[in-house]
């Protein structure tokens, strides 16, 4: 039974394997998949062939991709999260107001992750979207959560994500990120100084529910030329602060 259990897994793990590839690739076919992973080419296509059966993936020509089945498990999963309903109209009108990028993240496996984005008339095109995973520790919308997570919780994201250096400013030293996240708890506003992407700064605010345990981040990201003195340190962080305390009120009491 042990032995039929592992096998199953291990089917589960080379189907993720597979369409994780596919993202990867951006489309390959068979040989291409079995070469890049590796594995078998007929493994690979007894997965390709059974998720294509289910619409998970598409077929044209030689090439398979990833389908829009994904899609709708994503919006699915995107929905149950209370914050993105709530927060949807606050990070749009954020965008508006201020021009830039605006963002809603949450945390999920120790990871950051874009629930929605919404575009101001000046903002930049960056290499991110929603659903797109980040490091905590690099970004204003990670530390503000991490802030307010337990600081237990956080030991385990750092232990199982380590703290990797994106640019020159990015925090990489364990005792430095926690007494940074100590001035987030005082202010309430976390800043990322183009610690993730060169020329870029960002002003986060955590949404909190009851007790303070955090639901996630709002922010604003805008090239460092847009983002400097008052407007860093006291525009910005008032219409990022006023957004999510909107959400935060409509999350616990609407």
Request: net charge negative; proline share 3%.
């Amino acid at each position: 039974m042990e032995k039929r259990r592992k096998e199953y897994l291990r089917t589960t793990e080379n189907t993720i394997r597979i369409v994780e590839a596919l993202k990867e690739l951006d489309g390959a076919g068979v040989t291409e998949l079995a070469d890049h992973l590796p594995m078998s080419k007929s493994t690979v296509h007894d997965h390709l062939t059974t998720l294509r059966q289910h619409d998970y993936v598409t077929k044209v020509d030689d090439t398979y991709v990833v389908g829009l089945g994904f899609f709708e498990i994503g919006e699915y999963a995107r929905k149950r999260r209370k914050i993105y309903e709530v927060g949807r109209p606050e990070v749009q009108s954020l965008a508006e107001e201020s021009g830039e990028l605006a963002n809603l993240m949450v945390e999920e496996h120790g990871r950051g992750v874009y629930l929605f984005r919404a575009r101001g008339e000046k903002a930049v095109t960056l290499d991110t979207h929603t659903g797109k995973r980040r490091y905590l520790h690099n970004t204003a919308l990670g530390k503000a959560i991490l802030a307010y997570l337990p600081e237990k919780r956080v030991h385990e994201i750092l232990d199982t994500h380590g703290l990797p250096a994106a640019t020159k400013n990015t925090i990489t030293d364990r005792e430095t990120l926690f007494e940074e996240l100590a001035t987030i708890r005082d202010s309430g506003i976390a800043y990322c100084g183009q610690e993730r992407v060169e020329g870029l700064q960002c002003v986060a605010a955590p949404v909190l529910g009851r007790n303070e345990e955090v639901l996630g981040a709002i922010s604003v990201a805008a090239p460092t030329t847009r983002m400097r003195s008052e407007r860093f340190e006291e525009v910005i962080p008032e219409l990022v602060l006023q957004a999510a305390n909107v959400v935060e009120i409509n999350v616990t009491y609407g």
